[in-house]
């Protein structure tokens, strides 16, 4: 059974860049057939999807974030990583990784999700 | 951007009710919505996907349905362990979107 895990600081300060990285354990990023997702949640409200990234590289994201975000992928450490650019208290969100399978019955479906680790931002 | 537009965004109910949640989407999805559950200071976890069926391990109480915009989770014979916040989502298209959410508290 896959399981991911979320790790990077909590706390940053404005106008800073935040890194966060999602590892895959039970199962190989690089085996294909699944996108692999970042979604945040701010405190007391919904979820926003971010981004994903399958293991060859390529990406979509949020065009509502996209100017200020990166997603990056390391196969060999099964790794992968969300960088956020410019950060203000708007970005103050607890933030999950999750797996989505492409070709499976639950396609587009977030099946696996990391615990969530919370971001921060204040000065 | 599809939207996804929840009813209510909260109810009461007591252990043994059926409870149904709505969802509407701005566009046709077909039967691309999944819905969650989340319990505090917890990731959110499937329930229900593609419009219908229920993921592995999770009670049959659970159910979905409808199509094209209109969509309904629901939940027979309440327990305590379904007092929680349900989300849909939309996987039809890109960016994917969440409803808002609807807490399902004690009555």
């Known amino acids: 059974q896959v399981q991911l895990q979320e790790s990077g600081p909590g706390l940053l300060k404005p106008s800073q860049t935040l890194s966060l990285t999602c590892t895959v354990s039970g199962g190989s990023l690089s085996s294909g057939g699944y996108y692999w997702s970042w979604i945040r949640q701010h405190p007391g409200k919904g979820l926003e999807w971010i981004g994903y990234i399958y293991y060859t590289g390529s990406t979509y994201y949020n065009p509502s974030l996209q100017t200020r975000i990166a997603i990056s992928v390391d196969t060999s450490k099964d790794q992968f990583s969300l960088k956020v650019r410019s950060v203000t208290a708007a970005d103050t969100a607890m933030y999950y990784c999750?797996?989505?399978?492409?070709?499976?019955?639950?396609?587009?479906?977030?099946?696996?999700w990391g615990q969530g680790t919370m971001v921060t931002v204040s000065s | 951007d599809i939207q996804m537009t929840q009813s209510p965004s909260s109810l009461s109910a007591s252990v043994g009710d059926r409870v149904t949640i709505t969802c509407r989407a701005s566009?046709?999805?077909?039967?691309?919505i999944n819905w969650y559950q989340q319990k505090p200071g917890k990731a959110p976890k499937l329930l229900i996907y593609?419009?219908?069926s229920l993921q592995s391990g999770v009670p049959s109480r659970f159910s979905g349905s409808g199509s094209e915009t209109q969509f309904t989770l629901s939940i027979t014979t309440l327990q305590p362990e379904d007092f929680a916040t349900y989300y849909c989502?939309?996987?039809?298209?890109?960016?994917?979107?969440f409803g808002q959410g609807t807490k399902v508290e004690i009555k």
């Open positions: 566009h046709n999805i077909d039967n691309n």
């Open positions: 593609a419009a219908s």
């Open positions: 989502q939309q996987s039809y298209s890109l960016p994917r979107t």
């Open positions: 999750a797996k989505t399978s492409i070709l499976e019955t639950t396609a587009g479906a977030f099946d696996i």
